[in-house]
T-cell receptor
Framework: TQLLEQSPQFLSIQEGENLTVYCNSSSVFSSLQWYRQEPGEGPVLLVTVVTGGEVKKLKRLTFQFGDARKDSSLHITAAQTGDTGLYLCAGRSNDYKLSFGAGTTVTVRA | DAGVTQSPTHLIKTRGQQVTLRCSPISGHKSVSWYQQVLGQGPQFIFQYYEKEERGRGNFPDRFSARQFPNYSSELNVNALLLGDSALYLC??????????????FGQGTRLTVV
């Protein structure tokens, strides 16, 4: 059972379209991280959000952390084929470990 | 600077055998965590070590064990391998290994196949 629920599980869009991935939990996190993972590789850290209500932008990617620090979203504007991958959210509560969602598989078609 | 390195990258073992996976953290990081990722799922926490001591253990059987060395590198051992142990094993490196960390960096993983 995943502590963090991600939706949707799969997403297939055309290049140039926008997409949003959601990460929800009933638990409060001290920080939440987003990773992108390619097949057979380890997850690569995209961003960490720490403050409730925080919004971070990395080029075409926008990350939001919910006010209550229980949920987050990732929005990609004008998706490119290079954005294809498995997007994972991971929360760290007041202990030592990261708890991961099951991930959202994003496919951007040319 | 070198990132997190894991070895080997791929491994094929027979049921009942034992396996040792290795991880070297980022220089300066004192904490190593191990995760198991089966196909279609997110990584599941196995162990965390900080300053050579086990700080936490996930819901895995006693067949799984780990240790951390004085240079902060780590080994994960799995005994009596089962088919269900086939997965990508990931090592994560961080400085504090606690809620104080805002970043954890992963290695490329070891793909273990049990036949």
């Amino acid at each position: 059972t995943q502590l963090l629920e991600q939706s949707p599980q799969f997403l297939s869009i055309q290049e140039g379209e926008n997409l949003t991935v959601y990460c929800n939990s009933s638990s409060v996190f001290s920080s939440l991280q987003w990773y992108r993972q390619e097949p057979g590789e380890g997850p690569v850290l995209l961003v960490t959000v720490v403050t409730g209500g925080e919004v971070k932008k990395l080029k075409r990617l926008t990350f939001q952390f919910g006010d209550a620090r229980k949920d987050s979203s990732l929005h990609i504007t004008a998706a490119q084929t290079g954005d294809t991958g498995l997007y994972l959210c991971a929360g760290r509560s007041n202990d030592y470990k990261l708890s991961f969602g099951a991930g959202t598989t994003v496919t951007v078609r040319a | 600077d070198a990132g997190v390195t894991q070895s080997p990258t791929h491994l094929i073992k027979t049921r009942g055998q034992q396996v040792t996976l290795r991880c070297s953290p980022i220089s300066g990081h004192k904490s190593v965590s191990w995760y198991q990722q089966v196909l279609g799922q997110g990584p599941q926490f196995i162990f965390q070590y900080y300053e050579k001591e086990e700080r936490g253990r996930g819901n895995f059987p006693d067949r799984f064990s780990a240790r951390q060395f004085p240079n902060y590198s780590s080994e994960l051992n799995v005994n009596a391998l089962l088919l269900g142990d086939s997965a990508l094993y990931l090592c994560a490196s961080s400085f504090f290994g606690s809620w104080l960390d805002t970043e954890a960096f992963f290695g490329q993983g070891t793909r273990l196949t049990v036949v």
